[in-house]
């Protein structure tokens, strides 16, 4: 890709429908950024965390959990197969290095006038081709997202809710016109939605002239990505062949990328027999999410011999939050204090002592591991987003907001006693009482839960909690269910408790109002597995959403951390500084890594070391 520095231009004869901004100041470059920063790669021959000179060989398999009927994730039904995104590129491509940062892909450039956030065009690169030499348009930008924000799912609707209308100005040319005008209100918040549209793939108008996009399906769709389909093992498998006549192949953004000329997903039906495939060299790479088979089983000859390399993998990255969920609907959950007691009786100390040889550490924070979370006391910038909300809460959860926070802490003997006479009090002033060892309501019912999961290895994590609540005389099951009922049923909130994650960026945006805000709460599909309606809440996301700078964002960000952590609408569990990865060695990767990202689209494949990879499986 010709690489634009950032220029002036006069827009005046571009089309009509520009007249309404001729006298504005736009910009046109081929990076969009949320802070308005150029890029520190902007004028190299390839990105810092590339090997340019990389072969291009082999074939990278990895495996996925459970099963798949569908190649569209972009709707409410199917489940859909991993590694859709190689078949069709999309407006931009986010750096790795940088947040908030991206590169033209199909759009080699962008135009916007910073002065007035209200539109952003994206000028198409008139070299872009689907697979079968049909140019990528204007049209198909249109046709894309007006069919995901009419017939995509609930989670996507609600993402680019604030698209106002889309209009191709010519062949090549699209402009997006956004609900949000006034540019205090408007100007990141429209840029972090940009940001966003420039990240969807881009699919062929004609291609689905004569197909239902919100029906399940197999059928490949006509894409303009790297790969093509070469082989679908229906629900088993599927492998992605390079496609040799890609027309981005010498974008300065995808030197030294895409070096595999396959990659395949492989099915399994839980973890443990995707841990026995990867060491029968079914597939030759893993990130290990289980620290019983970091630290235990990989005691292996294949290890010892150096054919199979375990390492981890820094990066910078704010660790994702994942928990055990209260489903607020319910009335059993709407009490805080109940919530707050539920959350006492998870012993976290004992659990990474007795399972996971003490390689995990608690979350303390929606955004841990970054400058963006929240600690010790708020500072007096936080202070001036507080302020207006305290009103909306109750005294101890300001009590819990404007002090130190943290989670419950055991001594590790298994006992847990002290937080669970902690948290028997609490529920004693709810309203709850004991009958004959059981926790009841006024109205004498049991006080139950069941947590409802897909992944039978959580088993393991969950059963001591379970414990814990039967010692407050609370009926606790776990219901496990096969993936397709699982999603399902957490569509339509159909659980007391789950297992769910919220991935974090350094930069947090419209996924916050999909994690957490009131809108968000009953649509079906929602990412607000939580059920929160929260007026405070609500306040501090469009306080998010009209921050003018970084540290403004920091500082917001901060007070919606302590509000959700004194809100207890989860239990915290645990994460991972860095990536542990698990790989049979014929893979390759640049010195420098991404800061965001493992980047495996960057890494290749040693063909000499593949064939002693491979004598070696085929001796085992």
């Not at 390759?588 to 290749?604: A, E, V």
């Amino acid at each position: 890709m010709k690489l634009m520095s950032q220029r002036i231009v006069l827009l005046t004869v571009l089309h009509p429908l520009a007249l309404s901004f001729a006298f504005a100041k736009p910009i046109t470059t081929n990076i969009l950024s949320l802070n308005d920063r150029a890029s520190s790669s902007s004028q190299q021959n390839h990105l810092p965390y590339s090997n340019p000179n990389a072969p291009k060989s082999g074939e990278f398999s990895t495996f996925e959990i459970g099963t798949f009927d569908s190649l569209n994730a972009l709707i409410n039904t199917g489940t859909p197969v991993n590694g859709t995104a190689y078949l069709s590129n999309s407006l931009l491509s986010a750096s790795l290095n940088e947040p908030s940062v991206s590169y033209g892909l199909l759009a080699d450039s962008i135009t916007r006038d910073p002065q007035d956030p209200s539109w952003i065009i994206f000028h198409i690169n008139p070299k872009a081709y689907f697979s079968n030499h049909q140019p990528v348009t204007a049209d198909d930008v249109v046709f894309t997202f007006n069919t995901i924000l009419s017939k995509g799912s609930t989670g996507l609707r609600l993402y680019y809710a604030n698209i106002q209308k889309i209009t191709a100005l010519d062949k090549f040319t699209v402009r997006f016109d956004f609900k949000e005008k006034k540019p205090l209100n408007a100007a990141k918040s429209n840029v972090k939605l940009a940001l966003s549209i420039g990240q969807m793939s881009i699919f062929s108008r004609q291609d689905w002239q004569n197909r239902q996009f919100d029906q399940v399906s197999l059928r490949a769709p006509l894409g303009n990505g790297p790969y093509l389909i070469e082989k679908i093992d229906s629900g088993r498998s599927i492998t992605y062949k390079r496609n040799p006549d890609y027309w981005g192949r010498d974008l300065m953004i995808n030197q030294g990328k895409y070096n595999f000329d396959r990659i395949k997903y492989v099915y399994y039906r839980d973890p443990e027999a995707a841990y026995q495939g990867f060491k029968l060299g079914q597939y030759t790479f893993k990130q290990e999410q289980s620290a019983q088979n970091w630290v235990k089983n990989y005691n292996i000859p294949a290890v010892n011999k150096g054919f199979i390399i375990k390492q981890t993998i820094a990066n910078k990255n704010p660790i994702t939050m994942s928990g055990l969920v209260f489903n607020s609907r319910k009335d059993k959950f709407k009490n805080r204090d109940v919530r707050k007691a539920l959350t006492q009786a998870f012993d976290f100390e004992w659990l990474n002592k007795a399972l996971f040889n003490n390689t995990y550490t608690r979350l303390q924070s929606y955004f841990f591991n970054s400058e963006l979370e929240a600690k010790g006391t708020p500072s007096a910038e936080e202070l001036k987003y507080l302020t207006p909300i305290l009103p909306l809460l109750s005294q101890p959860e300001k009590d819990e907001i404007l002090n130190p926070w943290s989670a419950p802490t055991s001594a590790g003997d298994g006992f847990n006693r002290k937080n669970l006479l902690t948290a028997r009090q609490l529920l004693l002033d709810a309203g709850y009482c004991y009958k004959d060892g059981l926790l009841v309501d006024r109205h004498g019912k049991p006080y139950s839960i069941e947590i409802l999961i897909s992944d039978a290895s959580l088993q393991r994590t969950i059963l001591p909690y379970v414990r814990n609540l039967k010692r407050l005389g609370i009926h606790a099951t776990i219901r496990l269910v096969d993936t397709p009922q699982y999603i399902e049923r957490v569509r339509r909130f159909d659980y007391d408790m789950i297992v769910d994650s919220y991935p974090q960026t350094l930069s947090p945006s419209h996924e916050q109002i999909g994690y957490w805000k009131s809108s968000s709460a009953d649509r079906l599909g929602s990412l607000n597995t939580a059920g929160i309606k929260n007026p405070a809440i609500d306040q501090i996301l469009t306080e998010l959403g009209n921050a003018q700078n970084r540290q403004a964002v920091i500082n917001i960000t901060r007070v919606l951390d302590r509000v959700l952590r004194a809100e207890y609408y989860m239990v915290p569990l645990y994460g991972l500084v860095g990536n542990r990865v698990v790989y049979w060695n014929q893979y390759r990767f640049p010195k420098s890594t991404p800061n965001y990202d493992l980047g495996l689209d960057y890494w290749w494949i040693d063909p000499a070391a593949e064939q002693n990879v491979k004598r070696y499986i085929g001796r085992q």
